[in-house]
């Protein structure tokens, strides 16, 4: 088994002038099966409220993509047939951010296969 590790485009949704096309981030998505099987990271760029490293369950990523869903301090919910949200709170505030679905969905299927056991 090994560490997946893929980086995708994404944007952080604000509060700023909304007819400014808000520019795309860099964002880390990691599993690493060896160390929690259950979950993935993601890593947000830049001046953000909270931790810039969120932990969260793959299941809810995944459920996320087909319908809103909630963990704790993550919320994900699809956004129209090609986007998904990424909704992240902490005591700083509320970190959005949009993806393409099949960014995701990349990530995932290789999350998949890299904890599949192998055949002997």
């Known amino acids: 088994m090994s560490v997946v590790e893929q980086y995708a485009r994404a944007h952080i949704v604000t509060d700023e002038d909304p007819r400014a096309d808000p520019a795309s981030v860099p964002v880390v998505l990691r599993y690493d099966p060896e160390t929690d099987p259950r979950s993935v990271r993601v890593g947000l760029p830049g001046p953000l409220p909270g931790p810039h490293d969120w932990t969260l369950p793959r299941t809810l990523l995944e459920q996320g993509l087909r319908a809103p869903v ?11 047939r090609v986007q998904a949200v990424v909704e ?33």
Do not use: I, N
């Not at 909630?70 to 129209?80: A, K, L, Q």
């Not at 949009?98 to 969905?105: D, I, R």
């Open 70 to 80: 909630e963990s704790g301090d993550v919320r994900v919910w699809p956004c129209g």
């Open 88 to 120: 992240f709170h902490s005591a700083g505030g509320v970190s959005v951010v949009q993806f393409e679905t099949k960014a995701l969905l990349r990530f995932l299927r290789r999350t998949y296969m890299a904890a599949a056991p192998v055949a002997r």
